[in-house]
């Protein structure tokens, strides 16, 4: 069974820090792109990271480039996102995605996430 299970969010101050891990399980996530989305209140999904399957090249959202990095330890079929100098307005539900659309292509394979919440408050 096909499985991406999301943790790591909570509330944090602005300016603070968070890492998010994605734990998949039933399928082989080394051959396939993952990506990080997140979904603000009332605003449609947005793609924020992604890293390609050989772990040699990401793409971020240019809001988050230089805060935010992207990485993946297929020996433990997990992709991670650090988070740093959070804002506000990047609080929202953060979701893990394997294969899908991404730069380099889009699979036919899509699976998703149930999510965690970012809260970046004081």
């Known amino acids: 069974q096909v499985q991406l299970v999301e943790s790591g969010g909570g509330l944090v101050q602005p300016g603070g820090s968070l890492r998010l891990s994605c734990a998949a399980s039933?399928?082989?996530?080394?051959?396939?792109?993952m990506s990080w989305y997140r979904q603000a209140p009332g605003k449609e999904r947005e793609l924020v990271a992604t890293i390609s399957a050989s772990g040699a090249s990401t793409d971020y959202a240019s809001s988050v480039k230089g805060r935010f990095t992207i990485s993946r330890d297929d020996a433990k079929n997990t992709v991670y996102l650090q988070m740093n100098s959070l804002k506000p307005e990047e609080t929202g539900v953060y979701y893990c995605n394997a294969g899908g659309r991404t730069p380099w292509g889009t699979y036919d394979f899509d699976a998703w996430g149930q999510g965690t919440q970012v809260t970046v408050s004081s």
């Open positions: 039933g399928f082989t996530t080394g051959i396939y792109a």
